[in-house]
């Protein structure tokens, strides 16, 4: 992508690294897209039929908690055999480079950490741990191999849903989903960001899912610039800065590189 809104959004990101300010990103599903991970409303985003909007929700649990565990760990295992792409890189790239920025995700894929991001704010939870429904403890979930992989694709779907190692407890898991409200710590952590940004990445969100999808305007209400990146349009194109059409593997990497942060 060559056109200039690449080139004014870059000089605004080397502007605010300039001036010392702040930087934040709003990631969403389509960041791990060259991953291979199905986004929430992309036509891939379809498990035995059902909707992610008709699983991820606390009555989908409640009326067949194996059925909703089983999508997770099929989600899982696709996580754990993807790889960071160059988007997620370039962004741990950019928290390398310039201590004032702040990754928010909606993701809970933990790519970006994978990727080398060490400060990753996860508003929507991380699917690599359950939480037990007894104690409340939320612990990481075992590594394949160990028995309790996740459920391969087809493979495994005699999975006991995983017990609390605490107290032996039944398990969700660790997700926010729709209609929860979102941990607080994290929730204030990204408003804080998009409040004093300087510049908001916007990078692979339809912005369709609240309160997250609001952060944009807390930005834009603070004085603050926003680039969106994705190949479509989104419910936030016509409020956003520079609206950066094309794929995140691309877009990204270039648009930091022309704002002075090396690539990975
Ligand atoms: C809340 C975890 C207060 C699950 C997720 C009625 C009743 C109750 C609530 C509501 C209601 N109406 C509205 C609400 C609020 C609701 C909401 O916003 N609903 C939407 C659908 C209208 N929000 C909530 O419920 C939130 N809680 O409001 O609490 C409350 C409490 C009670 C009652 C009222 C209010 C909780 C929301 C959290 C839900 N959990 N994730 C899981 O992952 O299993 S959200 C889920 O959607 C994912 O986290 C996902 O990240 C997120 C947003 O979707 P996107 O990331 O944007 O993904 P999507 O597929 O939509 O888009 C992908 C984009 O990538 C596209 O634009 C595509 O073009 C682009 N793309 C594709 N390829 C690439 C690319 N971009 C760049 N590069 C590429 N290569
Ligand atoms: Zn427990």
Redesign the pocket.
Known sequence: MTDNRLNEAAQAVRQAMADDGWIAAL?????S??SGIP????AE?LWRGFR??E??TPEAFQRDPDNVWQW?MW?RGLVLDAQPNA?HKALAALERHHRGFTLV????DGLHQRAGSERVVE???N?HHARCLQCGRAARLPEPGDGDGPVRDGERTDMETPRCPQCDGSTR?H????????PQQPWRQAHAAAASADVLLV???????????GLIDVTLAGGGRVIE????A?DASERVTWALR????D?LPELLQAGGVAPA
Do not use: C, D, K
């Open positions: 990631t969403g599903a389509g960041v897209a060259e986004t929430f409303r992309g985003g992610a909007e699983l991820a997770y989600r988007a995700t909606q993701n809970v508003l929507h939870g699917i898991p997700i926010v989903w729709f209609g929860e409200t979102l990078i692979g969100t339809s912005a369709a899912v609240y309160p997250a999808a990146i994705n190949p479509q989104t094309g794929p995140a593997g877009v």
